[in-house]
């Protein structure tokens, strides 16, 4: 039987190394490559103007790249559970393809459809692509947990062995006896919305460093593969928070959108790397991607992973609730320059890099302000291009030491980090133009200047940049008590031990959610 399948985009906006699009294309007719643009759904509520403008630019690479094909992309909005089966009647609908998401609210969704699509007869084929490895197999190589450390996860990928090889994109030959239906009006029905009718001002905007889409995506990792000795090289404590272009490969926002498949990254990286020596997991570029690989497992295999309350393996702390400081460090008003630098290049431009995001991070949570990390992972859930729902939840418990990491007397200090790399705050200056004529010497504390020195500099300490709002020597310290004391009264087996999926802790088959309810369709 000749099939009319619906592809659906989610993440994964990127035609190569897509198997579940090319699962779509065999014995099929009919394609109809469809995105769901809901801006109701919970993971989108809370998305600042520079994600859309990147989602954007990303849905109009892929309709480009599907002209090529004699095909187009037909943007529907609503929500997947009411759209679905008005489409599957419409156009007749067999088939439903799309590639395998872990995050909950994405496996909530899917089944849901998974059940509607069963209710209308149509049949239901998914892919693992979106990661390394399929992450409910590596879970259940660990007897049904996920692994809570990175040597951990390290033993367990080594024995599945190497990640797929990425399948290269269809091209008009398997597109030769498949249609796509679009009539004159398919820009008014279902062209791709404009930020406008997102209800976001474009006027807010600043220049775009990283616009969407899997052109780009290619064009950067070829960019960057083509720097032999960089990649073999690479280690990412070397690497600098605060130099003036990024020091990383900004490859982040295009993996989480899925412009650029993982596994393609993976095995370019394993092609330079081929009879050279380069350096190791965890601080070389593959090490990187296992660390992605590593949190996604958290993510699916840890309950409640993105709070505090009802985590297993997350440290319950006393944190306060204080909406002032809150605000001063997600608006940059902290009086530190150094933190009010990064949060300014993460609202300007929508990335940081790592090591920015730790020294931000500690400030708000554990190191000064003593906020919940909760409040952090929402603020940078809406301004980071790259806001992917595992990573931001579990690098945030780890730098808040809940979880992963315990070494919570070790305390970034907002003042010594960046000088280690930035001795003249050239970084502060970019970002904070009016500290641009402070000495080098003042730079990290305005405060401490005479002065004159800062009549001369045209910026006065407490008018037109604010006094620091805590003293970071006093409070750290007191922090650190209170982490303390947090840490005394855990119950001695958390954060050990991973929560097990099965109650006795055998090795078992953990069939994804989705498989469960396929097998019971057959
Ligand atoms: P590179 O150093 O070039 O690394 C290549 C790729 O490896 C990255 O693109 C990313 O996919 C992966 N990677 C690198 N570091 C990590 C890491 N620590 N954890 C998981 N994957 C990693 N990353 C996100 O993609 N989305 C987030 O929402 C996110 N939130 C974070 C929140 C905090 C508090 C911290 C400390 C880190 C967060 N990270 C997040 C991880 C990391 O900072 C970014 O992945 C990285 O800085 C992206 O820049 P890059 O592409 O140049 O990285």
């Not at 009086?335 to 990064?342: C, E, L």
């Not at 003249?424 to 002065?451: C, F, M, S, T, V």
Request: positive net charge; hydrophobic residues 35%.
């Amino acid at each position: 039987m000749a099939h009319t399948c619906i592809h659906w985009f989610r993440k994964g906006l990127r035609l190569h190394d897509n198997p579940a699009l090319v699962a779509a294309l065999r014995d099929c007719k009919e394609i109809y490559p469809v995105f769901v643009l809901d801006p109701c759904a919970p993971n989108n509520v809370n998305i600042g103007i520079n994600r859309w403008k990147f989602l954007i630019g990303a849905l109009k690479d892929l309709d480009c790249s599907l002209r090529k094909l004699n095909s187009r992309l037909f943007v529907v909005r609503g929500n997947p559970e009411e759209v679905f089966p008005k489409l599957f009647q419409k156009w007749k609908v067999t088939r439903l393809t799309y590639e395998y998401d872990t995050e909950p609210f994405s496996l909530r969704r899917d089944k849901e459809v998974v059940r509607l699509a069963e209710a209308h007869g149509v049949e239901i084929i998914y892919k693992v692509s979106h990661t390394l490895y399929n992450i409910d197999r590596i879970i259940e190589e660990n007897n049904g947990k996920a692994p809570l450390t990175y040597n951990r996860l390290q033993t367990l990928v080594s024995s599945i062995g190497p990640p797929k090889r990425p399948i290269p994109a269809p091209t008009s030959d398997d597109m030769k006896d498949v249609k796509t239906p679009c009539s004159e009006k398919h820009e008014e029905n279902y062209g791709i919305s404009t930020l406008e009718k997102l209800y976001q001002d474009p006027e807010s905007l600043t220049e775009e460093l990283f616009p969407g889409g899997e052109q780009e995506a290619m064009r950067r990792l070829d960019q960057h593969m083509e720097r032999k000795e960089w990649v073999c090289d690479f280690e990412k404590p070397q690497t600098s928070p605060n130099s003036l272009s990024p020091s990383t490969t900004v490859l982040s926002p295009y993996m989480t959108f899925g412009c650029l498949s993982v596994r393609t990254f993976w095995w370019s990286l394993t092609d330079v790397y081929q009879g050279k020596k380069h350096s190791q997991p965890p601080v070389s570029l593959h090490g990187q991607l296992l660390w992605r690989e590593f949190f996604y497992t958290a993510g699916l295999g840890i309950p409640n992973f993105d709070k505090m309350e009802g985590n297993p393996v997350c440290t319950q702390v006393d944190w306060d609730s204080n909406s002032e400081y809150l605000a001063a460090w997600a608006e940059a008003r902290t009086g530190f320059p150094f933190i009010d630098a990064i949060m300014t290049q993460l609202r300007q431009e929508g990335w940081i890099h790592h090591l920015a995001r730790h020294a931000v991070a500690c400030f708000l949570t554990r190191g000064d302000l003593w906020i919940s990390w909760e409040e952090g992972q929402r603020v940078f859930e809406e301004l980071l291009l790259d806001g992917d729902w595992s990573l931001n939840a579990g690098n945030w418990q780890w730098l808040s030491a809940s979880t992963f990491f315990h070494q919570f007397f070790r305390v970034y200090s907002p003042i010594a980090f960046g000088k280690k790399t930035d001795k003249n705050g050239d970084y502060i200056k970019k970002y904070l133009p009016h500290l641009k004529k402070y000495p080098a010497q003042y730079i990290y504390e305005p405060w401490k200047a005479p002065r004159s020195v800062q009549e001369a500099a045209g910026c006065i300490v407490g008018k037109d940049y604010p006094r620091p709002i805590v003293e970071h020597e006093v409070i750290s310290k007191k922090n650190i008590q209170r982490m303390k004391a947090a840490y005394a009264k855990r119950s001695p087996h958390s954060s050990d031990e991973s929560p097990s999926k099965n109650e006795k802790g055998r090795k078992h088959k953990a069939p994804s959610v989705l498989d469960m309810l396929i097998k019971k369709k057959k």
